[in-house]
């Protein structure tokens, strides 16, 4: 019933090693452990590349039909370059900071999934909506509505607001990431981060490429030189993504599943924990088995030996009793 079989590489038949999917090179079956560690780390890395994509994915298409038809001259508010230098990050930089980390023992923690189960779970998805919802709101006021907030006027001013949004887009997606290194709705999306000096040094060489992007990138790249307040608008609204990561986590997933067709319910949505019925069973059958097993190794051999000793006693008395007692040995 196994979906994946091992055999043992050194004592193993030839037949068992054809037979199985891996084979354990070193005969130790704590490899075993290991290999399901690496196995679910490489499954969790896929999950949160593509929980990162399809966020910035479904942004970045939303955000350039919109201002692009809402625009006079039908001109989009990210260029071309701007789409390219955010395909670099989310294709390349992205897919190696999100894939190096390291698997841990907690890991092992979790129930394993189905092979029936959906590749971008219930949870996933909720925080991929959530933050492409967050993005596109930022985006879209500051691209409709940011030259009256700001009360730009100036042709000038007018090109360091596309400036704001291509630089506060790229923000939302640098900080973005650390949120996308967790698949649960738990809150601590530092836990092990250093060490994995990948996604470290990957994410100074994304900060440090757009920080050099804005500065001197010029009409390569269609950019005005920002001044210190629009820094600090693009840097306020990118990090908004920490925090509402967090109010996304905090809806329940069942609320969520309340709203879904029945086959995309059972599809998406985890098994449930164990209700507290189930919980009280398994500790009764917990304490039922110490008991059995304390009996075992004490009492109840104790018992056999007081047993054998009173039929030896009778055997040349009473066979009858002698039976009986044996029967009561064998029960």
């Known amino acids: 019933m196994a979906d994946v079989g091992f055999s043992m590489g050194i004592a193993g038949t030839e037949v068992a090693k054809e037979a199985s999917a891996i084979i354990l090179m070193d005969d130790n079956f704590s490899s ?6 690496w196995g679910r780390a490489v499954n969790d890395a896929v999950k949160k590349f593509l929980q990162f994509q399809i966020t910035v994915n479904i942004t970045a298409v939303i955000l350039t039909f919109v201002s692009a038809v809402a625009n006079p001259r039908q001109e989009s508010v990210l260029r071309a370059v701007h789409l390219l230098w ?3 990050i989310m294709d390349t930089f992205a897919a190696l900071a999100l894939a190096t980390d390291p698997p841990t023992r907690q890991i092992l923690n979790r129930k394993p999934e189905k092979k029936s189960a959906a590749l971008i779970t219930l949870n996933m998805w909720k925080m991929i909506v959530g933050q492409a919802v967050f993005q596109l709101v930022v985006t879209f006021v500051l691209n409709f509505s940011g030259e009256s907030i700001f009360n730009y ?8 607001l596309k400036t704001v949004i291509f630089n506060t887009f790229v923000w939302m997606q640098i900080f973005n990431q650390y949120n996308n290194r967790r698949l649960d709705n738990k809150f601590n999306i530092f836990e092990g981060v250093q060490r994995n000096w990948f996604f470290i040094g990957i994410n100074c060489i994304m900060v440090g490429g757009q920080i050099m992007i804005i500065f001197i ?3 390569a790249f269609s950019i005005t030189r920002l001044n210190g307040p629009q820094w600090g608008y693009s840097l306020v609204l990118g990090a ?13 997933d069942a609320f969520i599943a309340e709203f ?3 086959s995309w319910r059972h599809k998406l949505v985890p098994e ?5 019925k189930e919980v009280a069973r398994y500790a009764m059958n917990k304490r039922n088995l110490t008991f059995i097993k304390n009996i075992r190794g004490g009492r109840l051999n104790q018992l056999k030996f007081k ?3 009173i039929r030896d006693h009778y055997h040349h008395g009473d066979d009858r009793l002698a039976g009986a007692i044996s029967g009561m040995t064998v029960t």
Not at 32 to 37: E, F, L, P, T
């Open 217 to 219: 990138g010029g009409r």
């Open 32 to 37: 075993i452990v290991k290999a399901i560690m």
């Open 240 to 252: 908004l993504s920490l925090p509402m990561a967090v109010v996304i986590r905090l809806i329940p």
């Open 260 to 262: 879904l067709p029945p």
């Open 272 to 276: 449930e924990d164990v209700s507290d």
């Open 86 to 88: 955010v395909n670099l």
């Open 307 to 309: 047993l054998e000793s």
């Open 153 to 160: 006027k100036e042709e000038h001013q007018k090109e360091q």
